[in-house]
């Protein structure tokens, strides 16, 4: 009988191997969500709005590392570099002001920092595949549509309770 080593199969890439057989420490690990977390709320609060420097931010959220490296680990963790991360935000929360304010397209584009209307307009119906103002006119037709909705409901509600049926 010959004897023959035993072989050793592993299903996975190089980084899964990696990964199982040195873990990361868990308290490392909760110090880069942790990063990232505060990142992101950070960009959160300013609803995405251009005006302030990575460098900085780090350094004003005691993230003890630098803005390159802060871009690394959020792409790494959220799949979105910081610039787009905060693009979509700034126009999310445009869209906000689109359907609850009268302001103009204008004066929106301005508030979230675009240097024209025209690019605000580009970038707006690259996210939401419409224009500011075919948005705008669509949402307030919804608005409309489920006001007409709720007020026919309510109108039959209090039918029904005048005629004295029960309503469930």
């Known amino acids: 009988m010959i004897y023959e080593s035993p072989a050793v199969r592993y299903q996975g890439g190089l980084d899964d191997l990696l990964h199982h057989l040195l873990p990361s420490s868990p308290a490392s690990q909760n110090d880069v969500d942790q990063r990232i977390a505060k990142l992101t ?3 959160d609060s300013h ?27 959020f792409k790494r963790y959220t799949g979105l570099g910081i610039r787009e991360y905060a693009k979509k935000k700034r126009l999310s929360a445009a ?10 397209v204008k004066a929106i584009a301005a508030e979230f920092g ?3 209307p025209p690019d605000f307009s580009r ?3 690259e996210q939401f595949h419409l224009s500011p103002s075919e948005f705008r006119k669509r949402s307030l037709h919804e608005v409309r549509i489920a006001g007409y909705a709720v007020s026919r409901r309510e109108r039959h ?7 004295g049926r029960q309503v469930a």
């Open 95 to 104: 869209s906000e002001l689109l359907t609850t304010t009268d302001l103009s």
């Open 114 to 116: 675009y240097r024209s």
């Open 47 to 73: 609803a995405g709005r251009v005006g302030w420097n990575l460098e900085e931010a780090c350094r004003e959220l005691k993230l003890e590392i630098s803005g390159a490296y802060a871009a690394q680990l």
């Open 123 to 125: 970038r707006f119906k």
């Open 157 to 163: 509600r209090d039918a029904t309770r005048r005629s």
């Open 41 to 43: 709320r950070f960009i």
